[in-house]
């Protein structure tokens, strides 16, 4: 509901015109020898009725135009001299031309300047003569104000689209930090989850397997200490993954709120070494049978892949593993076979064992399983994660090789992202 209080600032211009009225009619009714009648109460109370309602020009800019220029008339049509008191009807002709929308403004202006237009003819009719300078006068005295009042809608308009973009540009800004934030902490969490969490449970396995085969106690008591506290690293890890991998409400909420500007891209990147590859399999495979879990590796064709391909395919093969390593149980045996063409990359790991990883991983609060799906979809790839025919536990995943489709891949996940 539009409020009708005047704004402190419209009502002293009112009294301000009022007082300059009032004088300036009382000096003009001294000054003029020409029949006028004398400057009375009424006189007041119509120059009040022509300047007054300007204090709401802003709330209501047509009735104040329609009320100044009817009071303005009727001052000047029963014989008071006209002075100041017009400048009532030009400030609500500015007003009426910088408040209300366009056609408005014209149409109420218009009706006005026609209605003044009127006046002067019938004056001169009156009067038995034509003052040229009248109509002149009833013209720069409306389209002076419209003109002015025109051009201040304008710029309000323009200074209110600039800071609306500006609006938008910062939420834009605080959006994209928001991504950034949740890209960040997702690759953070990945991290985490695929380097230390699976050289945590190596390092536990390989501690409870020397356990199980020291003949001195305080060895076998050390070893179990180090195999407990591998455990209890694995728990914090997952809880770190899982503060990580804070909802999108809380993760644009921090952003929003710790990054007022862009963040910084000058920090020089450090690699304490080389991202893991294909060639890094078999060692990978050998620290999983030193574990305890046989592992068959086959890594078949030769084409050249990208690194980032690369990569996904050895964080694939090493959480598959480090799950059959915690989930398989005893006597199981793993199977890795990479397949290299110049299309795609072909990854497939299962084990024989009970078959039961997902179901286990959930329960124990795993993101190994997100984690896969996540950078798969990064590249545009497909995944298939689930039980093995026959027992055991399978994960199958196809790495497209080729930079346009690994290109449509980065679109199709940017687009599901924006959705969600």
């Known amino acids: ?23 300036g009619s009382l000096t003009a009714a001294d000054l003029f020898e020409g029949p006028a009648r004398p400057f009375d109460a009424l006189a007041v109370v119509l120059i009040a009725a022509a300047t007054l309602p300007l204090a709401w020009r802003h709330a209501a800019p047509r009735v104040v135009l329609w009320v100044c220029t009817a009071a303005w008339l009727f001052f000047v049509g029963i014989g008071y001299v006209d002075s100041a008191v017009i400048f009532g009807v030009v400030i609500a002709v500015y007003s009426a031309a910088l408040y209300l929308p366009r056609r408005s403004a014209w149409l109420h202006v218009g009706l006005v300047a026609a209605l003044l237009i009127c006046w002067t003819i019938l004056g001169s009719i009156v009067a038995q003569e034509v003052a040229i300078l009248t109509f002149a006068q009833v013209a720069i005295v409306l389209a002076i104000p419209f003109v002015i009042g025109i051009a201040d809608s304008r710029r309000a308009a323009r200074l209110t689209e600039l800071e609306l973009d500006q609006q938008r540009r910062e939420q834009a800004q ?13 690759r953070i969490a990945r991290e985490l989850h695929d380097v230390v969490a699976h050289e945590i449970t190596v390092m536990t396995l390989h501690a409870e397997g020397a356990r199980r085969r020291a003949e001195d106690p305080a060895v076998a008591e050390a070893l179990a200490t180090i195999a407990e506290s591998g455990r209890k690293g694995l728990t914090e890890m997952q809880r770190v993954i899982g503060v990580l991998r804070a909802s999108e409400q809380e993760a644009e909420e921090e952003a929003a709120a710790l990054t007022g500007h862009a963040p910084r891209t000058d920090r020089p990147a450090v ?50 593993l480090t799950n059959s390593m915690k989930y398989a149980g005893p006597g199981a045996r793993a199977h890795v076979r990479v397949t290299r063409t110049p299309d795609v990359v072909v990854v497939l790991a299962e084990d024989d064992g009970r078959g039961a990883i997902s179901e286990a991983a959930q329960s124990s609060g795993g993101h ?13 790839g497909t995944i298939d994660i689930g039980p093995r025919k026959g027992g055991g536990f399978r994960v199958q995943a196809h790495l497209p090789v080729s930079d346009d489709q690994i290109r449509a891949g980065s679109r199709r996940s940017s687009a599901t992202g924006a959705t969600a």
Request: hydrophobic content about 55%; cysteine-free.
């Open 368 to 380: 190994g399983l997100d984690g896969m799906r996540e950078r798969v979809a990064a590249i545009g």
């Open 174 to 186: 605080r959006i994209a930090a928001a991504d950034a934030v949740r890209a960040e902490r997702a």
């Open 271 to 320: 690699e304490w070494e080389p991202m893991p590859s294909l060639a890094a399999l078999p060692r990978l495979a050998q620290q999983v049978e030193d574990a305890g879990l046989p592992v068959e590796l086959e890594v078949l064709g030769s084409t050249h892949v990208p690194a980032s391909i690369e990569l996904t395919a050895y964080r694939i093969v090493q959480e598959a």
């Open 1 to 23: 509901m539009k409020t009708l209080r005047p704004r402190l600032s419209d009502a002293l211009i009112a009294l301000a015109v009022f007082a300059v009225a009032v004088m």
